[in-house]
């Protein structure tokens, strides 16, 4: 069942990346001044979650985004998570502040 869902998982990075939804990390820097990154998006949290959802939502997703979890499935999707935890991070850190 973790296999399916992990499967599922790297397929929808893939999917985003054909989509053009996750750049390169030189164009995927955003800056403050942007408002189209939404955190409680990015964790799938809704915008009036306790601390205790955000950081649950924030350790699940880890586990399944973490580049060690898809190392065996080539390094572009390795690549892909890396990026997926580094966005989790940001998102966690700002909303935990």
């Not at 750049?23 to 001044?33: D, H, K, N, T």
Request: net charge positive.
């Amino acid at each position: 069942m973790i296999r399916v869902l992990l499967l599922l998982a790297v397929i929808a990075l893939v999917l985003r990346a054909a989509r053009g939804w996750l750049s390169p990390p030189r164009a995927r820097r955003v800056r403050a001044s942007d408002t189209a990154w939404d955190p409680h998006t990015v964790l799938g949290v809704p915008k009036d979650a306790s601390r205790d959802l955000i950081t649950r939502s924030y350790h699940e997703q880890l586990k399944r985004y973490h580049p060690d979890r898809v190392a065996s499935l080539g390094e572009e999707l390795q690549h892909l998570a890396h990026q997926k935890t580094i966005e989790l991070r940001r998102a966690y850190d700002e909303l935990t502040r």
